[in-house]
């Protein structure tokens, strides 16, 4: 079997490449593509390669001949790929919706860019619609792609992790005792509950809070938390440097914290839990799927400051405790999220579709 990974973020192209490493011990011949090498559609300012069409990727096409074709997005090379008969299967992180209605209420209340993200919005459902599949990283997804296409095939899909990648790494030097936060601030529904810590840091000025990550909600994060000397922001960690840059900071931090108002299984409570960190994550979307409470980690109710502050204590005050937690943490993300198994799933489900498309 030929199988065409198309990716769009580079962030997400190392974990896509070990998938597609476990997909060559079974036999399949994977080629990956980034999605706008190839094909732009509009609205972009790439007007060049939107004219030019799917012509390059007819090109790919021709030379590789793929049996199907996996995306990480849904955009017009989804699109293109469904008009040249090929079987498409679609990778879902995350709820697009719900992000795009809060888009529209926050950061695209201009009418050229509420038209530019409807466009696009229009494009995803089209590519969900007309897909042979979409790969949800969270059973909590199944339902939200119901409710909007009823009639698409969804599939429980974990994106996995080499724990061997997850390692001690010095380099980094923050003040004890720490809270390490990982995550961007892309989307207002997640940042937003990063705000719900800022009791926390008030109420605890001896312990300090490093946070990683940018987005265009950074600003509104900034000038809440920002204001308390224990509040650290690092800005924005290279991707060219992951994951060296990543071990490092889980290394040196005593507690990963994810504060977030919606996730699905997110990847940086992965990297957390194969470091064999105390974890203390929102109990909302697919998370649960991951941290169990009271035994990979601890789960705090949407909004609920006090939580943070109790817990954020309690592993502290709880060494020995945090550390089986850690363990445990490691032990989950070697069973449940394994390449290997997790490619085998995937050809199970792919190949009999592709078969009987042919």
Not at 80 to 93: G, H, W
Not at 100 to 128: C, G, L, S
Not at 203 to 212: D, E, K, L, Q, R
Not at 300 to 319: C, P, R, T, V
Request: hydrophobic content about 40%.
């Amino acid at each position: 079997m030929k199988l065409l990974i198309a990716y769009g973020d580079e962030n997400k192209f190392f974990h896509l490449k070990e998938f597609g490493i476990a997909l060559s011990k079974l036999g399949v011949e994977c080629k990956f593509i980034k999605d706008t090498d190839y094909v732009v559609g509009f609205p972009s300012k790439q007007i060049k390669k939107v004219i030019e069409g799917n012509k390059k990727l007819k090109k790919i096409i021709k030379e590789f001949s793929p049996d199907a074709v996996f995306v990480d997005r849904q955009n017009k090379f989804g699109l293109e790929v469904i008009n040249n008969k090929i079987p498409l299967f679609v990778y879902l992180r995350g709820n697009i919706w719900l992000e795009h209605k809060w888009a529209k209420e926050t950061i695209y209340k201009d009418p050229v860019m509420r038209a530019v993200a409807n466009q696009r919005h229009k494009i995803a459902n089209e590519v969900f619609e007309k897909c042979d599949g979409v790969f949800m990283t969270a059973d909590y997804l199944h339902d939200v792609i119901r409710e909007h296409h009823p009639n698409t095939k969804t599939f429980h899909f974990l994106e996995g992790l080499d724990t061997s990648r997850w390692y001690p790494s010095k380099g980094m030097n923050l003040k004890h005792p720490c809270v390490g936060l990982l995550q961007h601030a892309f989307v207002w529904g997640k940042a937003k509950e990063m705000l719900v810590l800022k009791k926390a840091i008030k109420s605890m000025p001896n312990i300090h809070f490093y946070w990683v990550g940018f987005g265009q909600y950074q600003e509104r994060v900034l000038q809440e938390l920002d204001a308390f000397d224990n509040f650290h922001w690092l800005g924005k960690f290279p991707w060219e440097e992951y994951p060296e840059n990543v071990r490092q900071f889980l290394t040196e931090i005593d507690i990963y914290a994810l504060a977030t108002g919606i996730d699905t299984t997110p990847l940086s409570c992965r990297e957390a839990m194969s470091m064999e960190k105390p974890i203390i994550a929102s109990n909302v979307g697919g998370i649960p799927e991951m941290i169990y409470d009271g035994k990979t980690g601890f789960l705090i109710d949407e909004g609920n400051a006090e939580q943070w502050i109790e817990k954020i204590s309690f592993i502290l005050e709880n060494e020995i405790a945090a550390k089986e937690m850690g363990k445990a943490a490691k032990k989950l993300i070697i069973e449940k999220f394994n390449w290997n198994t997790l490619a085998k799933d995937f050809l199970a489900i792919v190949n009999p579709i592709v078969k009987e498309k042919k």
